[in-house]
């Protein structure tokens, strides 16, 4: 999908769960470029397509009212240097690599949660610090800021 396109129909959703009251974290696209099976030569021109996509939804999503972390700082040099960040299809991220999405995603949770009002951050659900030192933890990653566990009840 082209990138107006898409972040059009991002931007749409945006308002649309604004508009219902909800607060929205927007995980932008990522580059695509460490993916392992991109061939080295077309790498540089992944890398201009994804930094595109992910520009333009940025600002859609921004212009819509969401909070769109930088994810990319940082995580796109983890990926590309830790094939164990990816699934055995190479491309999707392993547990390992959700895990360090979320970690970098849990500071504009946390700050969505408690911008919405008493009740409607998210129903039945309390957030606890320390989910993604846990996660990081088990996975023998070592974390550099507290994060967040959500846990249902």
Known sequence: MPPVQAATSLGDAVRTLRAAGAEVVVASAPDLSVVPWVPPQTR??????????????????????ARVPDIEVGSADVFAVDASLFSADRFHPSSAGYAVIAESLAPAVRAA?????????????????????????????????????????
């Open 44 to 65: 540089m021109l992944v890398r201009a397509a994804s930094a595109a996509m992910r520009q333009a939804q940025t600002r859609a999503a921004v212009d819509a009212g």
């Open 113 to 153: 949660a408690a911008a919405a009002p008493a009740g409607r951050a998210f129903p039945g659900i309390h957030i606890q610090d320390d989910t993604f030192a846990e996660l990081r933890c088990r996975l023998n990653r070592p974390t550099a800021t507290p994060s967040a566990r959500v846990v249902r009840g």
